[in-house]
């Protein structure tokens, strides 16, 4: 079965700071891995994706992710915080098999400082 | 491109009645479209895979008598609660899987936020 790990409930990071929100999972094969992010009472924003390719994937907003098979990772990163990037972020996972749905983490909150 | 709506954006019933929330995809074609519900800072838990012309196909838990999907054409999915409850009470997002679309990418509508008193 297909899971997805992530470890912190919420990450704190003064702004300018760099940040990292962590993601490991647990499929059989070679999934699709993704990043959304949620604001309060929002839907889900994608932020990005990893299909195949280069292992390092930037997607919008400044953010970054690194694809790690032997780790098993996908951790999210950006270089320096900003005050608005403060959301829920939710890493994703799905099977390369057509119609199947995405397997969402439970979620990191994250919190930048001014 | 690819946006997905939902409708309502928010609904307050009373217990017993039947609520229908809508999800479009507005400007592609999708086959299939999932179902998911989030409760207060927990994640999204897949509820139902709703493919256009067949009955949906339900995770385990999910009661299809309850939580009835429709999926009638390419554009529209269709979620029906009935006979709400309290415990009913979330955040109702839905998906849209783009018909031949690059990697069968999904997209997420706004959200619809149940409260059933």
């Known amino acids: 079965a297909q899971s997805v790990a992530q470890p912190e409930d919420q990450v704190n990071v003064a702004e300018g700071n760099p940040l990292t929100v962590k993601c490991t999972y647990s499929v059989s094969g070679n999934p699709y891995l993704f990043w959304y992010v949620q604001y309060p009472n929002r839907g889900l924003q994608f932020l990005l994706k990893?299909?195949?390719?280069?292992?390092l994937v930037k997607g919008s907003y400044g953010f970054e992710a690194e694809f790690n098979k032997s780790q098993t990772s996908f951790h999210l990163k950006k270089p320096s915080a900003l005050v608005s990037d403060s959301a829920l972020y939710f890493c994703?996972?799905?099977?390369?098999?057509?119609?199947?749905?995405?397997?969402f983490g439970k979620g990191t909150t994250l919190s930048v400082s001014s | 491109g690819a946006v997905v709506s939902q409708h309502p954006s928010r609904v307050i019933c009373k217990s017993g009645t039947s609520v229908k929330i809508e999800c479009r995809s507005l400007d592609f074609q999708a086959t299939t479209m999932f179902w998911y519900r989030q409760f207060p800072k927990q994640s999204l838990m897949l509820m139902a895979t709703s493919n256009e012309g067949s009955k949906a196909t339900y995770e385990q838990g999910v009661e299809k008598d309850k939580f009835l999907i429709n999926h009638a054409s390419l554009t529209l999915s269709t979620l029906t609660v009935t006979s709400a409850h309290p415990e009913d009470s979330s955040f109702y997002i839905c998906s849209a899987k783009r018909t031949g679309g690059v990697y069968n990418e999904q997209f997420f509508g706004p959200g619809t936020r149940l409260t059933v008193l």
């Open positions: 990893y299909i195949t390719g280069d292992n």
């Open positions: 994703a996972v799905r099977d390369r098999q057509a119609g199947t749905a995405l397997i």
